[in-house]
């Protein structure tokens, strides 16, 4: 009975577990890398028939699509080459038909341009409307457009509805930017914001007789700006729907558009 050895203790057990667990883990290891036993997470090898083509220099149709650009996408980004394919930007111009075009814009003559700027007759700027587009009229004549544009100035929103509405605001805004951007000092837009900015609606039926007013009003050294719609609405995209003209004195602008209808 004394010669009977103890029984083992609970951590020689688990020692004598792990050492087990390793040495046949190994083992088994071993074996699948020379190829006895299955290797679970290794990728299967590719089927002959799926590769017997492979270097196959023929090509299906459908692969062959891929040798054409696809040009049908949308232009999210909306760049300048989308707005000029799209007609809602001009061509820039050479360096001198630009100095031509600012010429005839402020005056190719400065005994014409210092006889308004000293003069104290009324001045007012036109909307020339085409009415052969469909455009629905709202409120025609915002109230207030120049918001903030100058921080002296105070412009409130416009509470306008419709499309007529909408581009004559456009037309207003880039004939008043016109005038900052060239001329900032002008007197002539001092004039016109001191005696409460008067802007008169007027209509045509032609995009053609936009362009002929459009170059009236620069041969006598008046800003002109044609508004291109961006057609995401009523109309199609690059359409001129309006022709903003001035502001200037009035016997300059009715030398202009004269003979045109209100709106």
Not at 106 to 134: I, P, Q, Y
Request: hydrophobic share 40%.
């Amino acid at each position: 009975m004394s010669d009977l050895r103890p029984p083992p203790t609970p951590v020689a057990m688990i020692i004598g577990t792990a050492i087990v667990a390793c040495l046949s883990g190994y083992m088994f290891g071993i074996a699948s890398s020379l190829g006895f036993f299955p290797i679970p997470f290794m990728p299967r090898a590719p089927k002959e028939r799926g590769i017997a083509n492979y270097d196959d220099e023929e090509e299906s149709e459908e692969e062959e699509i891929d040798a054409e650009i696809l040009d049908h996408a949308p232009n999210w980004a909306n760049g300048f080459e989308a707005d000029k394919r799209d007609g809602l930007r001009f061509v820039s111009k050479k360096p001198a038909d630009k100095k031509k075009d600012s010429e005839k814009q402020f005056g190719s003559t400065t005994a014409e341009k210092a006889d308004w700027e000293n003069s104290d007759e009324e001045c007012k700027m036109v909307l020339v409307v085409r009415t052969d587009l469909g455009m629905t009229k709202g409120m025609l004549i915002p109230h207030s457009l120049f918001s903030k544009i100058h921080k002296n100035k105070r412009l409130t929103e416009i509470s306008a509805v419709g499309k007529i509405a909408a581009q004559c605001s456009h037309a207003t805004l880039a004939c008043y930017k016109n005038f900052l951007r060239k001329d900032p000092k002008s007197q002539i837009l001092r004039r016109w914001e001191r005696q409460g900015q008067a802007k008169v609606a007027l209509q045509v039926k032609s995009e053609e007789d936009l362009n002929v007013l459009e170059a009236k009003a620069l041969s006598l050294g008046v800003v002109a700006e044609i508004i291109a719609d961006a057609g995401r609405t009523q109309i199609a995209s690059g359409s001129h729907t309006v022709l903003g003209i001035g502001p200037a004195p009035k016997s300059v602008i009715d030398q202009i558009t004269g003979s045109l209808k209100l709106l």
